[in-house]
């Protein structure tokens, strides 16, 4: 088992580290009363358009 922290982008939720999940694997979410501040969201945005430049 294992815990991954990550945000809800208003349609899908994203991790904030690569994971493995196999197809069919059960999942358990929890939704917590936590935000991510305006600078993390901005510092994710940006390693995600990096990440998809490398690709």
């Known amino acids: 088992m294992a815990t991954i922290e990550g945000y809800f982008d208003g ?3 994203v ?3 690569p994971f493995s999940v ?3 694997q059960k999942v ?4 917590l009363d936590d935000f ?3 600078e993390k969201q901005k510092q994710l945005e940006q390693m995600r358009s990096k990440n ?3 690709k």
């Open 11 to 13: 349609k899908t939720f």
């Open 15 to 17: 991790p904030l580290e």
């Open 22 to 24: 196999r197809q069919n």
């Open 28 to 31: 358990q979410i929890t939704v």
């Open 36 to 38: 991510l501040t305006e």
């Open 52 to 54: 998809k430049g490398n």
